[in-house]
């Protein structure tokens, strides 16, 4: 069936709007907000590899977001280059990812969930307390955002176009990591991890692999963030931070690679946009959640798609029936 | 009162310019847009609302109508976070296009957005405390008509050394800048007038229990706190009920004795003595006027958030009136804002120093219990209080901020 | 050292407080395999009850019952309509339990405002016990004392009734308890209910101490989540000696260690997890 004629379509489309954008939201706010779905989305993406194709919930991952904002502003209030700052915040953020995985993978389910959420909070204090690394509760703001390839990022639209451009690689690298065979492995690991052990796969090096992976793409859209607001505080790597994160993920869809960007733009938008004219957005997004969750427990894109199938499965049946009676 | 006249011709004159020409009734006809930076949600909501509640209050009694100009108010709710503030501020300034922002509630919210409206040229009129952004790193956009974290709490080391005759003192307040700042300013001027500081505490900011805190505090004359939120609910009933108020007396910053936090407290404040640039006590018209809204609208008695968004709705309606048909031009309200003087608002007579903070009294009250209410009885008033304080402003400029190293606390036993 | 001496029994005050607040924790995570991220909501929208009971001259005590019996009934209202269809399934849990957390703390927030409210210790406990360079309040003596009863009547509940039996075996294999005939679908929905009601009461009797304001849940639920993980999952006892592990691990670790208070609670927490992950008194999870 051509099944993917409609697919090629509506990803095209995607596309086609994504890259035009700018010119139709004339607003650099509108485009500021399209920016910030697109590296919440990349953050969400990338909890998304853990929480849905290793079934390995994490509630830390506000502290690899800060940790790569926090490297990188220091290192550019310090007088580094963009470059350095921006691969030593990776670097870092790679290291501890390695740390969390090396102490959380001890477990599997509610008790890694736990213990993430107990090392997201200690690297959460640090930030906090050592006030004279990381100027405490004041934050650290970043005067510059990077040039690329000599094109400054200051206004929103060139900007825009940087994140876009860093959007696509990682959903590029999702779609390749989830049908590459470390994806399919890790799905293994998470549906039959005994099996897979059996089988020779070696489960703990395949999630802490996966660990990492997740762990570099939220760095990078820690990165994101701290250009984005040229300043970092300690509160992005608060709990809050991780659980929106993790709603994102949840609420779209996990294991879709269209979930976590489309809870991204729930909650972005939510939080920023529909705040201005609903005063208790807060409780919106909770009743969201709770509908969403009521009606499509896998999540808003898989529970559509099961919608839109059974909807065009009862069409054709309907049809198909029409033309009996005729 | 012949400044006030002097306004009030003004605003006449403007007025009558504008029946006069038409373009430049066109103008004035778009409305003034003041946005305010707020937090509506979330643990600071509190203080949040109250400055809501302020803002409203001045705007309805001049019937959304300052020196001429239809004002526009769009209440933009931050969550309480740096990037929500950076948003939200984004939103105000590209998306409505206000004239000026009031606000935002905390620090690290006003930290985060300083630069950015510094780029976008509108003038923001803060209640935030941070020290430097006016100061090392004044900005020329932001005035502050309440004060800098210090402001008070050199007049509170000032009185308690040379009035309470107080000699070792301990501080305790939350761990982040505004507590510092606040501590830091007390120390010194304590430390200055020959008193010593010998311990100081800092909590974490959620703190669920300060006995641990409390129970290290001894052989002192008094405790000075510099709370912020609810946190100084919690904290003075555990110092009262673990019996160090009846041995030693304390001392509070205005967050920490705030008046419109009186309602929350019970005896545990009685005798607690703090210094504040606001008391809903003061005797002007102003402050009769805005207690008596903010009474009748909300039913509540106002305190710092409230009375600081007040003076600014007052400091923007002076800076129209100066301006008059150019108000609209960002930068020209900036500075006319730094120029602003005010003979009359709730807290007193307010003008700018040229780093855009105020120079404005500061009460120190004491809280007593009358009728079954607690209030803040003023007992002394140090008038038009710098945030220099007495010290030389190029050497106290000279000095790093204040913060938890600094002035170093070289009496700590 | 009355430094000392002040510390250790607050530790045990502390202690007291977490016990009302982790039970309910504990029993519905180790029975029903929640992790109820409302918990603290519970808690806080308990308090803000007993606010309200207080305002209309309600006794102290009975404030806190009331409370607590409203809030089971809340709680058992949102495990039967709403969790009971994601049973077993741990990432809607999660995404409702956050979602529900969003919308009470809302609803407090437009019903409560945003001011702290604080009531008074109630009139029979006021004042402080003055021993040896000693002075304590009474109050928070009296919540250690209501701790231990209700650790003695969940013990006596669990151990010795029907309706602990069952809740045993709900704990220890849900699937066999089901088919001996247990109502584990009943049961769940009255352990919720019990859970919730307990921590809407230790909400109130900790409202005199730490006072009621937006953001208590979000201060509490971590509290919940490390007294559990310490004390194990699913076990009462545990629940009960971690609660005074983490009092005597805060107060101390706050006066003495000031440069780690934020991590105080969350090293042990990781120690625990990475050598025993299944808590000082918890069996193995599977």
Same mark, same amino acid.
């Given at each position: ?50 929480? *849905? $194709? ?7 991952? #506000?502290? &690899? !977001? ?6 990188? +502003?220091? /290192? ?123 089988? *020779? $796969? ?7 692999? #996966?660990? &990492? !992976? ?6 990078? +859209?820690? /990165? ?103 | ?413 | ?286």
């Amino acid at each position: 069936m051509s099944a993917r004629g409609p697919r090629f379509f509506a990803i095209g489309v995607a596309i086609a709007i994504l890259l035009t954008l700018p010119l139709w939201i004339a607003n650099s706010y509108y485009v500021n907000i399209a920016s910030q779905i697109l590296l919440w989305a990349v953050a969400a993406l990338a909890l998304n590899v853990l929480v *849905g $194709y290793g079934g390995l919930v994490s509630l830390g991952h #506000a502290a &690899l !977001f800060g940790a790569a904002g926090y490297t990188a +502003a220091l /290192l550019l209030k310090a007088g580094h280059g963009h470059l350095v700052a921006d691969l030593a915040a990776i670097g870092f953020t790679l290291f501890v990812s390695a740390i969390f995985a090396i102490l959380s993978l001890r477990s599997t389910g509610i008790a890694f969930l736990m213990i993430t959420l107990a090392l997201g909070q200690i690297l959460w204090g640090i930030a906090y307390r050592w006030v004279s690394l990381t100027q405490g509760d004041n934050g650290v703001n970043v005067t510059t955002r990077p040039r690329f390839f000599g094109i400054s990022l200051a206004t929103a639209d060139a900007f825009y176009y940087a994140v876009l451009i860093v959007f696509a690689l990682a959903v590029i690298s999702m779609a390749i990591f989830v049908r590459s065979p470390f994806g399919a492995s890790l799905r293994g690991t998470r549906d039959q991890a005994r099996r897979m052990n059996a089988l *020779g $796969y070696n489960v703990w090096l395949i999630r802490f692999l #996966a660990f &990492l !992976f997740s762990g570099f793409w939220t760095g990078i +859209a820690g /990165l994101l963030f701290v250009y984005y607001n040229q300043f970092i505080s300690p509160q992005v790597m608060a709990l809050q931070t991780s659980a929106e994160i993790l709603l994102m993920v949840i609420s779209g869809g996990t294991a879709t690679l269209l979930g976590p960007i489309a809870g991204a733009a729930i909650v972005v938008v939510m939080k920023n946009v529909a705040s201005a004219y609903i005063e208790r957005w807060n409780l919106v997004l909770g009743v969201i959640f709770v509908l969403i969750i009521s009606f499509m427990p896998d999540g808003l894109i898989p529970g559509t798609a099961r919608i839109w199938r059974s909807g065009w499965q009862t069409l054709r049946a309907r049809a198909a029936r029409g033309v009996r009676v005729s | 009162m012949k400044v006030q006249r002097r306004t009030v011709l003004k605003g006449l004159l403007a007025a009558s310019a504008a029946v006069a020409a038409p373009p430049f009734l066109r103008a004035q006809a778009a409305p003034f847009k003041i946005g305010l930076l707020t937090v509506k949600t979330g643990p600071l909501a509190q203080g949040g609302n109250q400055m809501e509640q302020g803002i409203l209050t001045f705007l309805t009694e001049k019937n959304k109508t300052l020196a001429g100009r239809a004002i526009e108010l769009i209440v933009a709710d931050t969550g309480g976070n740096p990037a929500g503030a950076k948003t939200k501020a984004s939103e105000l300034i590209e998306r409505d296009k206000v004239n000026v922002i009031l606000g935002p509630l905390a620090a690290f919210e006003l930290l985060a957005i300083t630069d950015y409206v510094r780029d976008n040229a509108t003038p923001l009129i803060s209640i935030a405390a941070a020290e430097d952004v006016t100061q090392r790193k004044a900005n020329p956009f932001v005035i502050r008509p309440s004060a800098t974290s210090a402001q008070c709490c050199h007049a509170m080391g000032d009185f308690a050394s040379k009035e309470l005759k107080f000699k070792r003192a301990a501080t305790i307040s939350e761990d982040f800048a505004f507590g510092y700042e606040q501590m830091a300013g007390f120390q010194r001027v304590f430390e200055d007038n020959g008193g010593k500081v010998v311990k100081k505490l800092w909590p974490p900011f959620v703190t669920p229990d300060y006995t641990p805190y409390i129970a290290q505090i001894s052989n002192v004359d008094c405790v000075f706190n510099g709370f912020a939120g609810s946190n100084p609910v919690k904290f003075m009933r555990a110092y009262a009920d673990l019996g160090v108020k009846d041995k030693i007396p304390l001392l509070a910053g205005w967050t920490a004795m705030d008046d419109a936090l009186l309602k929350s407290l019970g005896d545990e404040a009685v005798g607690v003595i703090s210094a504040a640039w606001y008391s809903s006590e003061a005797n002007t018209p102003s402050n009769k006027r805005f207690v008596e809204g903010m009474q009748k609208a909300y039913g509540v008695l106002p305190g710092g958030y409230s009375a600081g968004m007040y003076v600014a709705g007052q400091c923007v309606e002076a800076a129209i009136q100066i301006l008059g048909g150019k108000a609209d031009d960002r930068k020209a309200l900036a500075e006319a804002l730094h120029k602003v003087s005010l003979t009359d608002t709730p807290r007193g007579p307010v003008k700018f120093d040229q780093y855009g903070n105020v120079v404005g009294d500061v009460f120190i009250r004491k809280c007593e219990k009358k009728d079954g209410k607690l209030v803040n009885t003023v007992i002394k008033t140090y008038p038009n209080v710098s945030q220099f304080w007495s010290y030389d402003e190029k050497a106290f400029l000279g000095n790093p901020v204040y913060s938890r190293d600094y002035p170093p606390a070289k009496n700590l036993e | 050292m009355s430094l000392w001496l002040t510390l250790a029994v607050n530790s045990i005050a502390l202690g007291g407080l977490l016990f009302l607040l982790s039970a309910g924790f504990s029993l519905i995570f180790g029975l029903m395999r929640i992790p109820n991220l409302m918990h603290g909501s519970f808690f806080m929208l308990g308090a803000y009850f007993g606010v309200s009971f207080l305002q209309q001259g309600v006794n102290f005590w009975l404030a806190a019952l009331l409370s607590g019996v409203a809030m089971a009934l809340i709680g058992g209202l949102i495990e039967r309509f709403l969790l009971k269809r994601l049973s077993g399934q741990e990432l809607p849990q999660v995404l409702l339990t956050l979602g529900l957390s969003f919308i009470i703390a809302d609803l407090c927030l437009m019903i409560w405002t945003g001011d702290p409210w604080q009531p008074a210790t109630p009139p029979q406990l006021r004042g402080a016990v003055q021993v040896a360079g000693l002075f304590f309040p009474i109050y928070r003596l009296a919540i250690v004392a209501v701790a231990v009863v209700v650790a003695l009547a969940l013990w006596l509940m669990i151990d010795w009734t029907r309706l602990g039996a069952k809740i045993r075996a709900g704990v220890d294999d849900a699937p066999i308890a089901r088919m001996v005939g247990i109502h584990v679908s009943k049961l769940f929905t009255l352990i919720f209910a019990l859970g919730a009601g307990l921590a809407a009461f230790g909400g109130v009797m900790g409202a005199p101490y730490l006072s009621v304001y937006p953001g208590l849940d979000a201060e509490m639920l971590p509290l919940a989540l490390i007294v559990v993980i310490l004390g194990g999952t699913g076990s009462l006892v545990g629940a009960f000696v971690g609660s005074f592990v983490i009092g005597f691990l805060y107060n101390f670790g706050q006066a003495m260690f000031p440069d780690l208070a934020y991590v105080i609670l969350f090293l042990p927490m990781v120690l625990v997890l990475v050598l025993r992950p299944q808590g000082l008194f918890g069996k193995v999870m599977s």
